[in-house]
């Protein structure tokens, strides 16, 4: 019934689109009963309508506000945490990058701001995504894009090192490559298709099958190196710090993406980051290539970006009073975070009047008189 509703309600709309709210109740009528609704049905129609919009709209500006509180609440933790990753960093002699990598496409380091070190795929900011101690820092709502590629892209690989904020998130994207109107899509997806999983994501999970590795439980602890590949027949690899995270698959055949009219994301899984499309969390370092990487040279790429520095190194230079903050901010986190996901879960991505003409559709579909026709 549901979905019925809404597909009828979705007509309506599209064939009134410049009507009034009245002809378009008259409209609904006379589909679902053979008469045209009377003054009174039209009158309590259009105040149904406009208590549901507004009922929606308090709904969203109290999201809102529970998301900038969580936003409020990481931002606190990392002014504690990331300075003493800093000083960490900087005093202790982390391994030798490996020679002889794979040469990438493109590669973001994050270092100063959001260039591409081959030339080729700058990055726009978008929202609230900001460069800050070496990170793309994206918070659900921002994201970071890149212009046309340089060259259509069939066998590739994405790879990147991410933090998150939280573990309970379900559905952003780190690293993605799509058409530039956000239907034809690859990207490396954290938790859509199961709860704190990596996932090759793609458009209607055309591409998409679970790898089945093991949940993630490290990534607001420490970057974590991930990785999916992606050979020209469709077969698709993922990795998880340099090792095979799970098992290869073949599900469809490859995507290709045509240089001008495709591009690069970071922090959404396609189109813009709107419900739960967008990513929360840090990325350090990202590589693009225009082939298939061998599992060996997954595992030289991984060490790249590698750090020593651990949660437990960090909380061993805070001072009490420090940890006893960041544990209770964290539990707050954590405690929000949950909430959030069971709102966002259900939470419609509809607009404001498709939703509320969808209620009412379900409702005059639920009457006696709607009963009795059928």
């Known amino acids: ?213 093991v949940a993630e439980t490290e990534a607001v602890a420490r970057p974590v190196h991930v990785a999916v590949v992606y050979q020209a027949d469709g077969t698709i690899s993922g990795y998880r710090d340099g090792k095979p995270y799970g098992r290869t698959y073949r599900k469809a055949a490859g995507a290709t993406f045509e240089a001008d009219s495709s591009q690069v994301l970071f922090g959404c899984r396609h189109g813009t980051p709107v419900g739960n499309k967008g990513l929360a969390g840090r990325i350090f370092r990202a590589r693009l290539y225009d082939h298939a990487l061998t599992a060996e040279e997954i595992a030289l790429t991984a060490q790249i970006e590698s750090s020593s520095v651990t949660e437990t190194d960090i909380l061993a230079t805070l001072s009490s009073e420090q940890r006893s903050q960041l544990t209770a901010l964290r539990a707050q986190r954590d405690q929000l975070a949950k909430s959030l996901e069971s709102v966002l879960t259900t939470a419609s991505s509809d607009s404001l009047e498709l939703q509320a003409w969808s209620s009412l559709a379900q409702s005059l579909i639920n009457l006696k008189e709607f009963i009795y026709l059928q």
């Open 1 to 213: 019934v549901i979905g019925w509703s809404r597909s009828w309600a979705q007509r309506i709309l599209d064939d009134a689109k410049n009507r009034s709210d009245d002809f378009r109740i008259r409209q609904m009528f006379l589909e679902a009963y053979g008469r045209t609704a009377s003054e009174d049905e039209t009158i309590q129609c259009a105040a149904y309508l406009q208590s549901i919009q507004q009922e929606t709209q308090q709904q969203t500006r109290e999201l809102a506000a529970q998301e900038q509180k969580l936003s409020d609440l990481n931002r606190q933790m990392s002014a504690i945490i990331e300075p003493a990753r800093t000083k960490l960093q900087a005093t202790r002699k982390l391994p030798a990058a490996p020679v002889n990598t794979p040469e990438p496409l493109a590669e973001w380091t994050f270092d100063k701001d959001s260039s591409d070190s081959k030339g080729h795929l700058d990055l726009e900011l978008v929202g609230s995504a900001r460069i800050e101690n070496g990170a793309l820092i994206v918070d659900g709502k921002s994201m970071a894009k890149s212009g046309s590629l340089p060259k259509p892209l069939k066998a590739k690989t994405l790879e990147a090192w991410v933090m998150l904020d939280n573990l309970t998130q379900r559905g952003g994207g780190v690293m993605t490559v799509q058409g530039k109107d956000g239907v034809l899509f690859d990207s490396i997806v954290f938790a859509e298709k199961a709860a704190a999983h990596w996932v090759a994501g793609s458009n209607f999970f055309e591409r998409s099958e679970l790898f089945e590795g």
